[in-house]
Structure formats: C-alpha cells, structure tokens
C-alpha cells in the first residue's frame, strides 16, 4: 500500500511539474489571437492588428512566424503600441525589420511606449528614422487620417496622461497643455478616431473617459499581468497592484473602449511569463 501512495505521490508531483512547465512554455511560444468587434457607426468593416510589447521577442527566425500570422488576418491597419524592443538593446533591427515586413501588408502605425522613450534622444531619434524608413507611421502626441476599407479612420498616438495628475479629485479631470490640445483637436473629426495609447492608465484614472471623445484605444504595458492565475486572472499591474481590474480585454471607460494588449513578450527584470500567451490583437471596427 505504502508503494502505491508513493507512486501516486510522484505521479501527481510529475503531472503538477509538467502543468508549470506547460503553462510557462506556451507563454513564449506561438502567439494566440484574441478577436474583438467595435461599433464606430461604420458603414463596411475595418481590420486592425495591434501588437504591442514584443521586447525584442522573435517568433520563428527573424520573426516569420508572427509575420505569417499577421499577414493571414488581412489587415487594414497594423498598429504596434509600443515596448517593441527594451531600452538596453544593442541595436533596433527586430522591430525595424518586423515593421519592413509588415509594411507591404498595410498601413503600420507605431506609437512610443515607456522602453523607446528611455532610449537617449540620440538613440531614439534614429529608431525614429529607421522605423519611418522601414514604413512606419510613428505617432507621437501626434495623428494621420486614413482610409481604410473605404472607412475614414484617424489613428494618434499618445504616451502622457489623458487626465491632469492631480490629487484634488474635484479636479481629476482638469487638463491642460500640449497634451490637452492634442486631444482636443484629435477628436474634433467625423472619422473613427482610434488612439495608440502604450499605458493604460493613461484613460483608466483620472475620469479621463468621461473626458474624451475617442471610440477606441489601444494600450499594452501590463503584459496581462504577468503572470496569470487561473480562474483569477493577472498577477500584478504597475499603478493598479495587486489582482488588477484592468490587465487585458476590453473596458468601457466613460464613452472610451479600451483594449488592452497582454502583448508579446517581456522584460529580463520581469517574472516570467506565465500561463500568459503571447496575443495577437483583430479588432473589426464596425
């Protein structure tokens, strides 16, 4: 009997080990795509990809994997929403040469995320160069008006808060400033608007989707939390803590939706990934 137990004992113990082991390799591997639909009053549809925090990730050499399946969604609109490379890389040629890629596909909107802006002026002024090189539309405090699908669509890219940081809740939506024109002036249009928006938080705190008239952002950052627990989702979020609301998915804020990327990599400074694939996102604007 005593036999028995022990082989039960290690059976469980192997199956537990290949469960973790399980959940952290599909985490690197083999990007999942998450489908959303948004109603902008449309009338044909309008694919968007969004692919953020890819950290200088490759799927399949030189990224074939990913590029494939970008390409098989047949996009409108490619839109990367930051962290693409890390702040120490040696050099830009992952997401220089993803976007090279991509860029025969459709239209590739880049906004910056919190890794590009670490980057020395210097540095990033090049990154710039060669991503607008390579074909990229980069956004930054900044918008273009397209066509797509036959659909006007105006796609800006944003890194500041969309709120002013400010303690006195009576206040909390109060802005001003550069940031405050830009999007005053980027929703003042009758084409979808859609926002590149690298944090989150940019438009969960502050009221800020009260504030704005925007009828879709995308934002990453979060990685999904990290590492994800089932049946309770994401682990931690910077600004929001522990277990937060607002890790990945969709959210109504006010009159803005958000979707929020788990994106596609991570950081060495970062736990692991884990039982967190990486995502493709499809967003189909109606």
């Excluded at 137990?5 to 973790?20: E, N, S, T």
């Excluded at 839109?79 to 860029?103: H, K, Y």
Aim: aromatic share 8%.
């Amino acid at each position: 009997m005593k036999r028995i137990l022990r082989l039960l004992l290690a059976l469980i113990v192997i199956c537990l080990a290949a469960g973790v082991w399980n959940a952290y390799e599909i985490s690197y591997k083999d990007p999942a795509v998450t489908r959303y639909e948004v109603d902008c009053g449309l009338d044909g549809p309008v694919r968007i990809v969004q692919l953020s925090d890819l950290h200088d990730a490759e799927f399949g050499e030189g990224n074939a994997e990913l590029i494939a399946e970008v390409r098989a969604l047949e996009p409108d609109l490619i839109c990367m929403t930051g962290d693409m490379l890390n702040a120490d890389s040696a050099d830009f040629e992952i997401p220089v040469e993803l976007v090279r890629a991509l860029a025969d596909t459709a239209p590739v909107c880049y906004s910056w995320g919190n890794h590009e802006l670490d980057l020395p002026d210097s540095a990033r002024a090049e990154l710039l160069a060669a991503l607008e090189e390579a074909g990229a539309v980069v956004l930054d405090r900044s918008w273009v008006d397209l066509t797509l699908g036959g659909q006007a669509v105006r796609v800006g890219g944003l890194y500041d808060y969309a709120f002013s940081p400010v303690k006195e809740p009576e206040k909390s939506a109060w802005l001003a400033g550069e940031t405050a024109a830009f999007l005053t002036a980027f929703q003042d249009t009758e084409a979808a608007t859609v926002l590149l928006a690298h944090r989150p938080d940019s438009f969960i705190f502050g009221n800020a989707g009260a504030l704005w008239d925007i009828d879709l952002v995308l934002s990453g950052h979060l990685h999904g939390g990290q590492v994800r627990l089932p049946l309770i989702g994401g682990l931690y979020a910077p600004d929001q803590g522990w277990f937060p609301a607002y890790a990945e998915g969709m959210h109504e804020l006010g009159s803005v939706r958000m979707i929020i990327s788990r994106g596609l990599g991570t950081t060495a400074e970062s736990l692991p990934r884990w039982n967190n694939p990486p995502e493709i996102v499809l967003v189909e604007l109606q």
